[in-house]
């Protein structure tokens, strides 16, 4: 008998494609995943690279995106072995002969920033505080809510920081080169240029996490994060085919929906198969796209 069509395919076993698969299946509807590598896990691969029994996370490793994302924490992962393990200090930026302390107080890594600390205090205790809050605006679409209108001035200051190059900002709030640093090193996981826009809203972002959630990493590596992903989707009775390159919409089975967990940039293939949905299903036109910032869980 043949196999009946899937409500949904989803391109992709990142997190991010795995996440979107478990919330397909949490409806009751059916779905697949295809992988074009024989493993699972995008940006959470892990492998052994060099000698034998040690574990290397391919790309991802600290995770407090994960920690803070609200559909993770709904997800009963830990059931699948995934454990996060948290340093006593999220992050440290070293320094000639010294370093600048991430700590996840924010009162504590203030005291360490000498003529900073107040500064520091000002701009991060109250986007610590709403971390929560400004998570959801900063993963979800922008939709206007009640809680954004009380939270308006919050907003609004936090926008006008966040839209800024780290040069920028870090010159403009910070007087000592510990302090700009730390904020460097934070906008560097943007992976551009930190002389452009919006640079220090990375910055300020994932040092609120770090304060807010921790930076853990995953015992045995990243990968359990994939695996734990797994584990739920099968639960629900999703399932992922490996070895799966979607090269052309010809390569896709027959399907109510697809979702593409790939940028562009994964391959003329993956593009192409993009290309060929017709305009209205592309929620952003692939010829305009970008390579943005690398983060997001
Ligand atoms: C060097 C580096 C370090 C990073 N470090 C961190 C970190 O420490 N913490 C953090 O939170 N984030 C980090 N990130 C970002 C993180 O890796 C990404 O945000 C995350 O992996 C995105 O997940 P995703 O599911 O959207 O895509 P991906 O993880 O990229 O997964 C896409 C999947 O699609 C598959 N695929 C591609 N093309 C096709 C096709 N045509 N057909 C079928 N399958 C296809 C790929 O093989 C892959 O498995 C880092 C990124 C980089 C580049």
Known sequence: MPERAPDAVVIGAGPNGLAAAIRVAQTGRSVIVLEA???IGGGTRSANLTLPGF???????VHPLAVGSFFFRTLPLARYGLEFIHPEIPLAHPLDGTAVE????VEETSAGLGADASAYLRVMRPLVRNADFLMRQFFAPLRLTPAMAVRAPLLARFGLMAIRSAVGLGNAIFKEAPTRALLAGLAAHSIQPLKNLSTGGYGLMLGVTAHAYGWPVARGGSQKIADALVGEL?????RVLTGRRVGSMADLPPARAYLFDVTPRHGHRGRRASAELSESAQPVSIRAWR?????GA
């Open 102 to 105: 991430l700590t996840r107080s």
């Open 234 to 238: 099968q639960s629900l009775g999703g």
């Open 55 to 61: 574990i290397h996370d391919v790309c991802s490793a």
């Open 37 to 39: 590598e024989e493993t």
């Open 291 to 295: 390579l943005q910032a690398g983060l």
